[in-house]
C-alpha cells in the first residue's frame, strides 16, 4: 500500500526501552478534495530513511498496516493500528511542458449558431 502527499511534519528520531527501539513519525497531507494528514511511524534503521527529505516536498510513501490487541489490568480487551512506512521517494511535480501553450478553457469558445437542423451529411459512410 502506499500513500502519496505533501510532507508536513517530520519528527526527531525517539528511543524507548532498555534495548534502544527507535521510532520517527511522518505526517503527510494527502492532495484530495478532501485532504486528509496521515501519520506514518518509521521504526529502527528505517529512521534513516527521513534524513534527507524536508518539510513541503512531495513524497510517495509505502506502507503497511499494523495491528495489536491489547488487555489492559482491568481485563478489557483493546485494539490499536499503526500505519508504518518502509520505503520513501520523491515524487516530481507534474509541469506541462515549456513548449505546449496552455489550453483555453471551453467556455472562451462561442457556440455555434449557424447549424440548420434539415442540412444532412454528405460523407460516404
Do not use: C
Request: hydrophobic share 35%; aromatic share 8%; net charge negative.
Amino acid at each position: 500500500m502506499e500513500v502519496q502527499g505533501r510532507i508536513k511534519v517530520i519528527g526527531e528520531t525517539q528511543t524507548f526501552g532498555s534495548n534502544g527501539f527507535r521510532k520517527r513519525e511522518l505526517v503527510v497531507t494527502t492532495e484530495e478534495q478532501y485532504p486528509q494528514h496521515i501519520m506514518v511511524e518509521f521504526v529502527q534503521d528505517k529512521t534513516d530513511l527521513l534524513n534527507s527529505y524536508q518539510v513541503g516536498q512531495q513524497v510517495k510513501v509505502n506502507i503497511n498496516l499494523r495491528g495489536r490487541e491489547w488487555t489492559n489490568p482491568q481485563g478489557e480487551v483493546k485494539y490499536f493500528n499503526s500505519i508504518q512506512g518502509w520505503r520513501i521517494e520523491a515524487l516530481q511535480s507534474e509541469a506541462a511542458p515549456a513548449d505546449m501553450p496552455p489550453v483555453p478553457p471551453t467556455a472562451a469558445f462561442e457556440p455555434a449558431t449557424d447549424l440548420n437542423t434539415e442540412d444532412h451529411d454528405d460523407l460516404p459512410f
